[in-house]
């Protein structure tokens, strides 16, 4: 199943999940559970191919991309966002602790800085500043609905995936999302970057820009946007959303004793917690995944709409 990414489909998955993107700044996106069909092709262009994966946590099953609004161009990467298997047994014995998965959603600073300052692979990456919503599993090898949510700065920042290739069975992630290829570091001696890492690294860094919003969906979610085309495509807010529907979903949630933040358009830290509490509560357990559809907003007593 394969689909072609462009500008168009992007500002459309920002306008439909209410993000608040810049125009004017470099963004990155992440599609879990999708491929470049050209990985050697690391070009900034007008559009990309993507075909959909099954995300395994064995080979890097998903795509990394930086996108330039201004100038209509992106560029994609084979990458991950999910950690390797070869971590979570050790996680399980631990009650979940030193593996995770990031929520979708929109994450607005991603900072240029060293990942694993002070150690033989510390390299130039891109680093986490501050909490985010993860899940943590104890009982199997994958991340679904019924694990649990914690909200944290868990350091998972954006580096080299330390493998050759997308069909590659290793990978170096507990949680942070990789790139293709590997880093200039000590432990490489005077070897450079190198794969799609290294062009990664270099078109972000040759950039006046510090911070970079990242922009973080399920590829099967993106195929049924672009399969959508220039139809109406339902709304749904997530962590990072912002604006009118937010103080909705705040002040439905807070009319049903879910939510007792401020009423400010933010979907931020609280409000993720409510959704979660209110998903659990209404649903049942195993139902909560903390992105507000229609069957949500329902419950609430709210219209999502369409865009």
């Known amino acids: 199943m394969a689909f072609v990414i462009d500008d168009g489909l ?14 004017n ?16 092709d690391l070009d900034l ?39 390797h298997s070869k971590f979570i047994p050790a996680a399980m014995a631990n009650g979940g602790a030193g593996v995770n998965q990031l929520l979708t959603g929109y994450y607005d600073d991603y900072r240029k800085g060293v990942h694993k300052q002070g150690s033989a692979t510390a390299h130039d990456a891109f680093k986490q500043t501050e909490g985010r919503p993860i899940r943590r599993t104890k009982d199997d090898l994958d991340f679904e609905a019924n694990d649990m949510t914690e909200f944290m ?6 580096h080299a995936g ?13 949680g942070c999302q990789v790139v293709v290829g590997f880093p200039q570091c000590a432990k490489r001696g005077p070897l450079p ?10 078109n972000a860094y040759e950039l006046d820009q510090n911070n970079f ?14 399969e959508a085309g220039d139809s109406e495509f339902p709304r749904r807010l997530r962590y990072g959303s912002e604006g009118e529907k937010v103080m909705d979903l705040q002040r439905k949630l807070k009319s049903a004793a879910f939510f007792e933040g401020d009423v400010d358009g933010q979907f931020g830290p609280r409000t993720i917690r409510a959704v979660l509490e209110f998903q659990t509560h209404t ?16 419950a609430l007593g709210f219209d999502l709409g369409k865009a």
């Not at 992007?10 to 125009?23: G, I, M, Q, T």
């Not at 922009?215 to 672009?226: C, K, N």
């Open 153 to 158: 700065n868990p350091f998972d920042n954006l």
């Open 45 to 83: 262009d007008a559009a990309h191919q993507i075909n959909v994966e099954n995300v395994d946590y064995v080979h890097p099953r998903c795509t990394l991309g930086q996108w330039l609004p201004a100038e209509g161009l992106l560029a994609v990467f084979p990458g991950s966002t999910v950690p």
């Open 283 to 298: 649903f049942g357990f195993n139902s909560e995944d903390g992105v507000v559809g229609q069957q949500t907003a329902t």
């Open 193 to 202: 970057a190198a794969g799609p890492w290294a062009v990664f690294k270099q």
């Open 25 to 40: 700044e470099m963004v990155f996106f992440g599609l879990r559970g999708a491929l470049p069909l050209t990985p050697d």
């Open 162 to 174: 330390w493998c050759p290739s997308a069909n590659h069975t290793n990978y170096e992630s507990m």
């Open 10 to 23: 992007l500002r459309r998955l920002a306008e439909v999940n209410s993000f608040p993107v810049p125009d």
């Open 213 to 226: 919003g990242y922009m973080l969906l399920d590829g099967r979610y993106v195929l049924a946007a672009a």
